[in-house]
């Protein structure tokens, strides 16, 4: 087939164009190959993406192995650990749409012909999937992969949420300074992404699942060799896509999406999924609201189990079969006709995965759960929608009604989890932190974890307009819609009043009258800005809610 490239390549009146190409040493044996770009967001402040340089060049060797030439650009990534629980927190989500953004400007200013997409972790993986769908152009994703786990710690295989746990034991007296400072060097070994299925490793899973990165390479760990081969094989493959003409929305489609919403739901990924996928499927002009979750929630059984929800981390699934082994077992709730990078179906890429035992990955007929992993809930409190995990949740905490105890920050709910302040029996209530609240939707990771490492995990509930960390566990509804700062009912929840968590019934609720609830929201006067400049306060004044999926829309529609 034609390559776009040669649009500005090809005759007299391109010849500035080669030029420029040609001062950095490209050939016209390299222009006259298809240009193959390599949005890379390696750094060495983001753990998952500290290898990319090295896988990097996988592709690139496979790129040109394959007849065609890499041409390698940065884009930005942030890692959500080093950016947790402070302001850095509030940029994370914005940053998917800069992501997307910037791999739409620098494939269209430059005409190439195909994206390799380098990333693993959290908003970044999102976004490149997004500007992938937003250029249609032949796209293939490469993940770092995975962290190896750390020492044993609180009866598991330790990584960096244990230390978040760990600072709710210190302040308990439940465990000495010195152990602590043992733990902080030991609990991740390796780069990667962290070896729990937070949304880095969700994402990448989501990946495999919508058929965007090739089989099998979602979950191999970072510092693997067999990692480096998949890159390589995704350098030739991505050549071969642009010969096919085989496109990222022919993939990143209605079914291609139902087939990840659906893998999320056997596997328990993050909560963050439902913003990210309902992200990806705007920019692939894929009509798909909430409404797919829940009916999803309900059908599909919770099959593999991995920490938050169960011991074993992300490197344990990858060495049980990984996503392969996954899909092979829910496979008659997938589209197995759903065309993928590698040419194949997903029926054809899974046909034959081999898997070992049924520690993790179980049968639908012996599932872990006949509910799934996510559910999406409304009520009073959430009138548009709600996500929660019950996967990562006790089963008798499923059901909990409690004393709201509210604060209209992050940092202040933090601060008094820290000081003991939350009581057996309390509904902990942050508000104001929205997309357009926090602006941003931050994170409530740390006063999750702060709260188990007191022993109040299944004692309490927190609930918030904010987001969770895919590590989270407790009992935890986040992403309520409408948020406080736009005037939803979360704003007007007060001390002391019942609010009702009821999981099985999808239901979410403050116990007051409606008249009462009304009666509340007329007097309510939103709060001003908590920035009012930079990116966060544009971004803020833009995103839709949360239950759209915290996007910029850019379209017409």
């Not at 060495?44 to 390698?72: C, D, M, W």
Request: with cysteine; proline share 6%; glycine share 10%.
């Amino acid at each position: 087939m034609s390559h776009r490239s040669k649009d500005i390549l090809t005759g007299p009146r391109w010849a500035k164009v080669r030029a420029l190409l040609k001062s950095m040493g490209h050939s016209d044996y390299d222009l006259e190959r298809p240009l193959i770009g390599v949005a890379n967001t390696f750094s060495n402040i983001v753990p998952g993406h500290f290898n990319l340089r090295q896988v990097a060049e996988s592709v690139k060797q496979g790129i040109y192995q394959a007849g065609g030439t890499p041409i390698e650009f940065g884009v930005i990534g942030c890692c959500d650990g080093v950016a947790n629980a402070h302001l850095g927190m509030r940029y994370i989500l914005p940053s998917r749409e800069v992501i997307a953004t910037s791999v739409e400007i620098m494939a269209q200013a430059h005409r190439l012909d195909a994206l390799v997409l380098l990333g693993s972790c959290d908003k970044i993986v999102p976004g490149l999937l997004m500007g992938a769908a937003r250029l249609d152009l032949p796209a293939i994703l490469v993940n770092g992969g995975p962290s190896l786990g750390g020492c044993e710690f609180d009866g598991r295989t330790s990584d960096t949420t244990s230390l978040a746990e760990a600072v709710g034991m210190l302040a308990a007296g439940k465990l000495d300074q010195a152990g602590f400072a043992q733990l902080e060097n030991a609990v991740m070994p390796t780069c990667g992404s962290c070896s729990f299925l937070g949304t880095a490793n969700s994402m990448g899973c989501m990946t495999e699942a919508m058929g965007m990165c090739l089989p099998g390479s979602a979950t191999i760990p970072a510092v693997y060799a067999e990692r480096l081969r998949a890159a390589q094989n995704s350098g030739r493959r991505i050549v071969a896509m642009v010969e096919e003409g085989l496109s990222a929305r022919r993939i990143i489609n209605r079914q291609g999406l139902e087939n990840a919403v659906r893998l999320a739901m056997a596997m328990g990924g993050s909560t963050n999924l439902v913003l990210h996928l309902l992200a990806i499927a705007y920019e692939a002009e894929v009509s798909m609201g909430v409404e797919v979750f829940e009916e999803f929630s309900r059908t599909t059984p919770h099959v593999a189990k991995i920490y938050p929800a169960a011991p074993p981390n992300v490197p344990d699934f990858h060495q049980a079969g990984g996503v392969p082994a996954l899909m092979r077992e829910i496979l008659p709730l997938l589209h197995a006709e759903a065309m993928t990078v590698s040419g194949r179906t997903v029926g054809e890429n899974v046909a034959n995965a081999p898997k070992s035992g049924e520690a993790i990955i179980r049968t639908m007929d012996n599932p872990w759960s006949t509910q799934s992993g996510l559910a999406v809930l409304r009520g009073n409190l959430a009138p548009d929608s709600a996500v929660t995990k019950p996967a990562a949740i006790n089963p008798a905490m499923h059901r909990f009604t409690g004393r709201a105890h509210c604060f209209d920050s992050e940092d202040a709910a933090n601060q008094a989890i820290l000081e003991r302040r939350i009581e057996p029996g309390e509904v902990v209530v942050i508000r104001y932190e929205g997309p357009k609240g926090g602006p941003g939707m931050p994170e409530m990771a740390m006063a999750m974890k702060m709260l188990y490492g007191q022993g109040l995990s299944d004692k309490t509930a927190l609930i918030t307009d904010g987001r969770f960390s895919g590590t989270n566990n407790g009992c935890f509804v986040g992403h309520i819609s409408p948020e406080a700062a736009e005037g939803g009912p979360l704003a007007a929840v007060r001390d002391g009043d019942l609010i009702a968590v009821d999981i099985p019934g999808r239901q979410v609720n403050l116990e007051i009258s409606q008249g009462e609830l009304a009666e509340r929201m007329a007097a309510w006067q939103p709060p001003p800005p908590k920035i009012a400049c930079g990116y966060l306060a544009l971004y803020a004044r833009l995103a839709t809610s949360a239950a759209k999926g915290a996007i910029i829309p850019h379209r017409a529609d």
